[in-house]
Each structure stands twice: as structure tokens, then as C-alpha cells.
Nanobody, 126 residues
Framework: QVQLVESGGGLVQAGGSLRLSCAASGYTFTPFAMGWFRQAPGKEREFVSAITWTLGRTNYADSVKGRFTISRDNANAKNTVYLAMNSLEPEDTAVYYC?????????????????WGQGTQVTVSS
């Protein structure tokens, strides 16, 4: 079955950087896009960024534009998506989830994604 495994979360001071990875496996189709969402305590899961698998088109939430960069490595069946996070702020503290989309268009809501990872915690201290 499809598996998405995130890694790279941790504790960092404000202004610091982290790089999240998501390794995808167990599928035979070509996903349309992969995305990152985050969920802070007491809040709904929100869109962070997404990238189309074939052409590498990207989309970002306004709150992370200019600070976060999404990329993917789909060469040699590696199937990994990355999220480089710079200039981190305490407001970025959340569990970050990787997700895989089968639909057309870069979805920015959770309904647009069929498969999800277990999440990785990112904590930014002030």
C-alpha cells in the first residue's frame, strides 16, 4: 500500500532552518502532486506548499512564501519530496504532514489529497 514517511522535524530557535523529507513508496501510478500541510494544537490542518510531480510546478501559502521551498526528487524511483524551511518563526510550530494527490490542479485543501504520512513535529522556540 501507499506509504509516506516524513523525517527531519525537530526543535530549532527562531530564525533557524530545518529541512523536512517525505519518502513515498508502495504505489504504481504517477501522483499528480505532493504537498505539505501543518497542524498546530487546537487548530485545523492547513496547507503549506505543494509541487506537481512531473513538471515541478509549485504553490505556497502566503504565510511561508519567501521562507519555505518545496522540491522533489523523482529520479531513479527515489520519490522524495522536501520542504526547506528558513527564517523559522514560533508561529511555524506544528506537526507537518506530507500528502499525495491524485487529482488535477494543485489542491490547497485536505480533500485534495488521498494519502497522508504520520507527521513530524517542528517546534520553533522564541
Amino acid at each position: 500500500q501507499v506509504q509516506l514517511v516524513e523525517s527531519g522535524g525537530g526543535l530549532v530557535q527562531a530564525g533557524g532552518s530545518l529541512r523536512l523529507s517525505c519518502a513515498a513508496s508502495g504505489y504504481t501510478f504517477t501522483p499528480f502532486a505532493m504537498g505539505w500541510f501543518r497542524q498546530a494544537p487546537g487548530k485545523e490542518r492547513e496547507f503549506v506548499s505543494a509541487i506537481t510531480w512531473t513538471l515541478g510546478r509549485t504553490n505556497y501559502a502566503d504565510s511561508v512564501k519567501g521562507r519555505f521551498t518545496i522540491s522533489r526528487d523523482n529520479a531513479n524511483a527515489k520519490n522524495t519530496v522536501y520542504l526547506a524551511m528558513n527564517s523559522l518563526e514560533p508561529e511555524d510550530t506544528a506537526v507537518y504532514y506530507c500528502a499525495l494527490s491524485l487529482g488535477a490542479g494543485i489542491a490547497t485543501t485536505t480533500r485534495g489529497y488521498a494519502y497522508w504520512g504520520q507527521g513530524t513535529q517542528v517546534t520553533v522556540s522564541s
